[in-house]
């Protein structure tokens, strides 16, 4: 059986496929379609049963109650605070919908779910020792034998119920063209001999994760922390529908973004990349001796360079030289907005009169 290690210049850890030999070189293939990545970071949760899409949608952030076989979406899994702690991508094929989810939220979430069932007509099972899931254009995975329908990511079209922060146009993910399909161990053996083989390019892990932070594209096993809401990554354009029935953790929601601001925002940046330093996650980014905020994610871009996602504070000052304090010193950075500052309050509340006006006026 041929394995990742088998693929010529193959470089792999925990994770799976990093590259084969040329991360920039990869990232170019992938967007033309000419080479496909093994995701060895996501993983698959199957969800059957007659009560599946609206059992779904009662527990999360997006409307899937209706949801049409073969219509690419996400949701959100909140806790009662509003605070991301899952997220999906989800396609449905008339009799099973189905999760690709970041695998160190796999077990979890398949728990969870599992749990909340009670008595609907739902099956949860966590397929990820059987199912293998693969990326690149839409094209390139349409071409393989599929388990499931294709999933789309809709990043950054605005989807049904949901709401856009970031106002550059274009938008730097408009270009990005992006799938996934899930495979069964035969056809993602397939793949693998074809590599090997020579007939089939691939891409790892560096070159997807480049191609997304450039996009400005969230992901919960990276750029989550145990307080993000949505709106501080503008994740309200794909994720969640602001009209839907209640869910847990809708009324926070709903309160920051009608009437209040997210207490954090994203920014992306574009990073020094004189003396090939790069941050890791978790570093903090300063204005002048202030700590404003935290890296998220970080890739080399085959275009912009070395760039990075950063969840900085609200008021934190734009236009600004930033920056990064690395392991190896401080790197200078130039922030563009992602979320802006008045993001949310988007509820025109009247301001009532006061006592004294209103019996003035009678």
């Not at 388990?147 to 270009?175: L, M, Q």
């Not at 590599?195 to 400005?216: F, H, I, P, S, T």
């Not at 145990?226 to 009209?243: G, K, N, Q």
């Not at 907005?337 to 006061?354: Q, W």
Request: hydrophobic share 45%; with cysteine; aromatic share 4%.
């Amino acid at each position: 059986m041929t394995a990742l290690t088998d693929i010529p210049g193959a470089v792999t850890d925990e994770r799976g496929l990093r590259h084969v030999g040329s991360p920039v070189a990869e990232q170019r293939r992938l967007a033309s379609g000419t080479a496909l990545a093994p995701l060895g970071d996501r993983r698959v949760i199957s969800v059957a049963g007659e009560d599946r899409r609206s059992w779904l949608d009662s527990l999360s952030s997006q409307a899937l109650t209706h949801l049409a076989p073969g219509v690419s979406t996400e949701l959100l899994i909140l806790d009662p605070q509003g605070r991301v702690e899952h997220a999906a991508s989800v396609v449905d094929d008339g009799e099973v919908t189905w999760l690709i989810v970041d695998a160190a939220d796999a077990e979890a979430l398949a728990s969870w779910l599992t749990r909340m069932r009670f008595r609907l007509r739902v099956e949860v099972r966590d397929r990820s020792d059987e199912l293998f899931v693969v990326g690149g254009t839409r094209a390139a995975v349409s071409k393989r034998r599929t388990v499931a329908p294709v999933w789309v990511d809709p990043w950054p079209d605005v989807s049904p119920g949901g709401w856009a922060y970031a106002r550059v146009d274009p938008h730097p993910g408009r270009d990005r063209d992006w799938a996934e399909v899930i495979l069964d161990a035969a056809e993602y053996e397939n793949l693998l001999d074809e590599a090997a083989r020579g007939e089939q390019q691939l891409a790892g892990l560096d070159a997807v994760e480049a191609l997304r932070v450039a996009a400005w594209r969230p992901r919960v096993a990276i750029d989550a922390d145990e307080r993000l809401l949505p709106h501080e990554m503008d994740w309200l354009r794909t994720a969640v529908h602001l009209s839907k029935g209640c869910y847990r953790g809708q009324e926070t929601v709903a309160k920051v973004h009608n009437l209040g601001h997210p207490p954090r925002r994203v920014v992306a940046l574009q990073l020094d990349g004189s003396d090939n330093v790069l941050p890791a996650r978790g570093d903090a980014v300063r204005a002048g001796d202030d700590v404003i905020g935290a890296i998220t994610s970080v890739a080399v871009h085959h275009e912009e360079g070395p760039i990075a996602l950063a969840l900085v504070k609200r008021n934190a000052p734009e236009g600004l030289e930033l920056i990064v304090d690395t392991a190896d010193g401080p790197l200078a950075a130039s922030a563009e907005t992602v979320v802006p500052a008045d993001a949310g309050a988007t509820a025109s509340v009247p301001r009532l009169p006061r006592l004294g006006r209103r019996r003035a006026a009678e």
